[in-house]
């Protein structure tokens, strides 16, 4: 395992969401790291929609930036073999019959989504998704916080979900950050999608959030 120096040293080489997991003691576990991050640019898309709602969720979702893959990897950062593929997923939910890419997390993976900001109250987190490794795989969801103040983050876990070898929403992912809003400070915050699990591997399309808990 690396030293933590080591892992410092990494750090100012990836960048904040990196840094922010790599000095993470251990997943699924809330940690702090406090190397100098003082500002994060968020993105937010005021245009919900009810993508879903052809398998009953009556939510509004707003997309990530460029939460189909369509535009290259940016913002997104991708490591340890992640990577935009062809392909879309099939339901076209964004209603861009165009779509025609998404991504690809194998086996020691990791992806991170740009930030985007909030409303301080709980979420849902809802993509694509099909397993295309093991059948007991699973993939985790991390969730990315700037700190009060800026210059921290935290790194909450949103739990695993799991998918079938047929394209299909994932469930519905609660993003617990009331209990977390006496730490957020900036309105923004990102997500990392990590595959778990002996041959686990994942594809990933179309990431959504449902900022007000609408249903
Ligand atoms: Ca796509």
Redo the contacts with the bound molecule.
Sequence with gaps: MRSTAARRSICSLLGIAICAVLLVPAAGRAARETAGVTTVSSYCDRNAAQVFRPWGDLAYYARLQNG???NGSSPWLLRGGASVVSG??PYLI?GNRG????LLLPQGSTAYTGFVCFTITDWHLRFVMRNVGSSTGALRVQVVVPDFLGGLLTVLDGGTVRGSGTWAPSPRILLPLTNVAWLIGTRAVAFRLTPVGRNAAYQI??AYLDPWKST
Excluded: A, K, V
Aim: glycine share 8%; hydrophobic share 10%; aromatic share 0%.
């Design positions: 189909g893959l369509e879309n997923e964004s779509d025609s890419h998404s399309d179309d």
